[in-house]
């Protein structure tokens, strides 16, 4: 049994304890949250044993094996930090920090501890996903020539929602690119194989001014009415991206958490030189393929369908839909698969997004503000580095 400490219970804590149940071979032995009373209360909530206010001790417990890092932006490096220097595996929550040089730190630190880490990018968890990756590595469209889409959502539609991730000293410099435009270029680099290798972006932040109610707002939460407080907004509700892949594919990106009605509205196609492929995440059960000269095609998450290696991550047969907590629950499955293996993520390449990955998307939300600040083409940093190969 694999025994997990889990630091911070907010909204996407709880899905990873509810992941991580239905592996089998792993318990969530305690959780850490901001203070005792709180993290017991909720350690009781989720039947969790074991509960403390300072997440020092979680890390000290010997029968603990992996952390799991789902609290504020701002905390992400140092837990990161303090969880490898005590010998755990770490599955990080994004952003994998505030800034570029502490998500390089934490990448030198994850090598040369040898330990497992991963950043939970979960989009990569949907089957159909894994089938758009696969088919277009082998040629199924041709040449990769554009991606394009959009991530929408409006949960910040109005001026009295809040949320900590509006607070640039909590949240970052970035929200709507940080936050939701973080998974979709993972995705666009991921299915495509290519790097995102320079950026114009253009940033809107249509509320100025936000009013933060006295009470704490759980993300995706409305606040009740009473007394709140004026609060001047410096992080962008839209964002519009153009950019170049170092294979030489073309791509456009919308990003909004401003759009009434979109509640979780992820959208990419490749388009390539025989053919096209688009996802739907409001349609996450079909993966259209576009032809020229021959019908569509729209391919259901059926396993006995899917390439070589893709079956794994459908548990359901053709027709019981599965979603994000699936996708989610497929993620967790491949990291832990490789903790229950003894892999050594320094002597064989993962297949989970590492802190690697996290410190691409950090080096990318740069240069998009950059872009923005400058009203110009801004290089990627790091885009010829290559990820660190297996020993």
Request: charge should be negative; proline fraction near 5%; glycine fraction near 10%.
């Amino acid at each position: 049994m694999i025994r997990v400490g889990l630091i911070g219970a907010g909204f996407v804590g709880p899905a990873h304890v509810e992941a991580l149940r239905r592996l089998g071979y792993v318990e969530v032995l305690a959780l850490a949250g901001s203070n005792a009373r709180r993290a017991r209360e909720k350690a009781d909530e989720l039947g969790i044993p074991e509960a403390c206010g300072d997440y020092r001790q979680l890390l000290a417990s010997p029968r603990v094996t992996v952390i799991h890092n789902a609290t504020p932006n701002q905390l992400h490096f140092a837990i990161n930090r303090d969880a490898l220097q005590a010998g755990k595996h770490v599955v990080s929550e994004k952003p994998l920090s505030l800034t570029v040089e502490e998500g390089r730190r934490l990448v030198h630190m994850a090598r040369e501890t040898e330990l497992v880490n991963a950043i939970d990018y979960n989009y990569r968890g949907y089957p159909l996903v894994q089938q758009m990756r696969a088919m277009i590595g082998r040629g199924d469209i041709g040449r990769v020539w554009a991606v394009h889409g959009f991530y929408m959502q409006d949960w910040l539609l109005y001026p009295t929602d809040f949320n900590w991730r509006i607070l640039p000293e909590v949240g970052g410099e970035s929200r709507a690119v940080a936050d939701i435009g973080s998974h979709w270029c993972d995705l666009a680099q991921w299915v495509t194989g290519q790097r995102i290798s320079r950026v114009i972006g253009r940033l809107g932040t249509m509320l100025p001014v936000r009013y933060r109610p006295a009470e704490r707002v759980q993300t995706f939460a409305q606040a009740a009415e009473g007394q709140r407080e004026e609060v001047q907004v410096h992080t962008e509700d839209y964002a519009s991206v153009l950019f170049d892949m170092d294979g030489g594919a073309m791509g456009s990106l919308m990003l909004s958490q401003v759009s009434a009605g979109r509640k979780n509205r992820l959208w990419i196609q490749v388009d390539g030189s025989d053919g096209a492929m688009a996802w739907d995440h409001d349609r996450p059960e079909e993966l259209w393929i576009g032809r020229r000269g021959r019908p569509n095609e729209l391919v259901p998450r059926d396993p006995n369908l899917f390439a070589p290696g893709v079956g794994r991550f459908s548990d359901l047969p053709a027709g019981h839909a599965e979603g994000w907590a699936d996708a989610l629950r497929n993620l967790m499955a491949e990291i832990y698969d490789f903790v229950r293996a003894g892999k050594n993520p320094v002597r064989e390449a993962p297949t989970f997004p590492t802190f690697y990955d996290g410190l691409v998307e950090n080096r990318l939300v740069d240069a998009i503000l950059e872009s923005h600040r400058r009203s110009a083409w801004v290089e990627v940093a790091g885009v010829r580095e290559q990820a660190p190969a297996p020993a």
